[in-house]
């Protein structure tokens, strides 16, 4: 079973893609969108496999709504733009249906989504959009389970540099990042997270206690996890407690 | 751009011949009148300067022969070279010159003998390879900058003629605008608003769509594979088709490693257009519509054949229709190539052109 949401400002829109779906018996309808605030609330709700995305649509674009999802699932944009608009946002990659389309071009776009060598393509245009938010995103994009999901800065309570990615710790799971641990110290809010060590960042709302010994600090965090502070961060700390 | 090649001949008109020839025969006189000047004609009694025998011998005979040896040299850089770089033709004149000057000489002083005419001898006749020599880069030199010019001219003509038609489809597109996501979101609210069933009236709107969409890309792009040109094409004949149902029969050929060659766009399409409007549609029982592209010579070849109503007078072809002119400039422009026209047998029209 494939959960499916349809988001499209125009009914007739809608309409024909319903129609179309319903030649797949393994593709369930669990919610219908006309509008981009409307299409978060339901996928962060269903956590749909697979969405059908018009790109423009009033409040909050289809690129726009990416950066706001806990869960990316499968996108098939549906979209009156042509290929040259399209290129623009570098979806070329992805699957895309230009309006109107045929049965036969619908079925094709479903087609490749099923096939085995099928990966998420949208991956590196939603690690963009999320990256490219002018403040702190909110969110922050990760593998877990071969899916793409995205975790709250809120939630993090330390990050720890693993090679050329990170890992991010929550009360409750460690997941891994594709960035690097100073292009996520640049991303997050440094309000509340401070970089503590080469391969460490903070976040001063999970910190237990701050163990102070001649010439160097030791941080435990409420996960118990214990995060040395090196001395060329020791400003960035000290600046804070004192 | 109208047929002009009926009263040229390889490309030269009467009018250049004749002033060609003058030139020959001015220079001719021109250098007798010198030479007796030289030999104090204008005082010596038994010297006239109307005097055939003299003329031949002082001037005659000498720019005869080098008229005679002056077309091949001409033939040569100006009609069986003339696509090769001029910096090239002139090292090509390098190795003639003192071809054409030897060969001059030598019929120059045979044919002087054998009419027991004077000639310079010994060390003098230096000057009999001097002249010609200097003569020869003169001729040339006049010759290359009046191809040039006429080069020149010419391309002003179609850039002119290019751009007027620009400005004709950019006008007529910009009266015709409509934002094309609106035509777009109209074509699928127009698709989802028929009963499933019909799909085969779904699949017409996205043809139609699709060629919308082709037309754009094609004002804003210079080249597009063949295989888009060709598509585009299939697609529009296919609308006709559906309105002509039986009447129109289509058969598109196309050798399949051309498919990725780039063409300029919206080249072919017009063409086929112009066979559908002008052939095919007069007739009640129609007709058909065949379209060839091969590889020729190196070249891409393209054929559109119809089996229409022909058309008699091919000289107003090109200058009507916004459509064949349009392909006919930019063929022109792009690759100095011609629409030819033929009838089709028997009855209709066939267009061919190459590009390469």
Request: charged share 20%.
């Amino acid at each position: 079973m494939i959960k499916v949401i349809v988001i499209d400002d125009e009914a007739p829109g809608r309409k024909l893609i319903i129609e179309y779906m319903s030649f797949y018996p393994e593709l369930v309808l669990v919610g219908e969108a006309n509008n981009g605030v409307d299409a978060v609330r339901l996928i962060n709700e269903y956590k749909p496999d697979l969405i059908f995305l018009d790109v423009q649509m009033p409040g909050m674009n289809g690129f726009e709504i990416l950066p706001h999802l806990e869960e990316i699932p499968r996108i098939i944009f549906s979209t009156a733009y042509d290929q040259f608009a399209l290129k623009a946002f570098e979806v070329h990659a992805l699957d895309y249906l230009l309006k109107p389309y045929t049965q036969s071009r619908f079925r094709q776009a479903v087609d490749r989504l099923s096939g085995s060598a099928a990966v998420n393509k949208i991956q590196p245009l939603a690690e963009k959009l999320i990256m490219e938010q002018v403040q702190y995103p909110e969110r922050i994009l990760v593998h877990a389970n071969k899916k793409l999901i995205t975790v709250s800065t809120a939630d993090i309570v330390w990050v720890e540099a693993y090679g050329d990615y990170s890992k991010l710790y929550t009360l409750n799971h460690i997941y891994i990042s594709n960035f690097g641990i100073s292009a996520l110290e640049e991303k997050l809010n440094p309000a509340i997270f401070i970089r503590v060590h080469r391969s460490s960042i903070i976040n001063l709302n999970f910190i237990k206690e701050v163990n102070r010994y001649p010439g160097s600090y030791d941080i435990l965090m409420q996960t118990d996890a214990k995060v040395t502070v090196s001395r060329s961060y020791m400003d960035n700390l000290r600046k804070l407690i004192f | 751009m109208k047929g002009t090649s009926k009263d040229k001949f390889i490309g030269v008109s009467t009018w250049e011949i004749v002033f060609y020839i003058s030139f020959f025969v001015f220079s001719a006189s021109f250098y007798y009148t010198a030479l007796w000047l030289n030999h104090g004609g204008l005082h010596l009694k038994n010297d006239p300067f109307f005097n055939f025998r003299g003329f031949l011998n002082w001037g005659g005979i000498d720019y005869f022969l080098k008229l005679l040896l002056s077309i091949p040299v001409w033939w040569l850089i100006f009609v069986k070279l003339r696509r090769v770089t001029l910096y090239k033709r002139l090292l090509i004149h390098l190795v003639i010159l003192p071809l054409f000057v030897i060969a001059w000489i030598k019929l120059y002083y045979l044919l002087l003998d054998a009419l027991k005419m004077i000639h310079l001898r010994d060390w003098g006749s230096i000057w009999d390879l001097y002249l010609p020599a200097l003569f020869y880069i003169m001729q040339f030199g006049i010759i290359h900058a009046y191809v040039y010019f006429k080069q020149n001219q010419e391309n002003q003509k179609i850039e002119s003629a290019l751009r007027e038609a620009a400005l004709k489809s950019e006008l007529s597109s910009l009266k015709a605008q409509l934002n094309p996501h609106f035509l777009y979101n109209v074509f699928n609210t127009i698709s989802a608003s028929i009963p499933s069933e019909l799909e085969n009236t779904r699949q017409m709107i996205a043809e139609l769509a699709d060629l919308f969409r082709y037309q754009l890309q094609a004002s804003r792009s210079e080249l597009v594979p063949l295989r888009d040109e060709i598509d585009f094409t299939q697609k529009y004949l296919d609308l006709e088709k559906a309105r002509f149902q039986e009447r129109l029969q289509i058969s598109i050929a196309v050798e399949e490693e051309l498919m990725d060659e780039l063409i300029p766009p919206m080249i072919l399409q017009p063409l086929a257009e112009n066979a559908v409007k002008h052939g095919i549609s007069p007739l009640i029982n129609g007709g058909k519509i065949a379209i060839q592209v091969k590889r020729k010579e190196g070249e891409i070849e393209f054929l559109i054949a119809d089996t229409g109503v022909g058309v008699k007078d091919k000289s107003q072809l090109i200058g009507g229709g916004v459509g064949l002119t349009n392909t006919a400039l930019r063929l022109e422009k792009m690759y100095g190539a011609k629409l030819s026209f033929t009838d089709t047998v028997p009855s209709g029209l066939t267009i061919k052109f190459k590009i390469g």
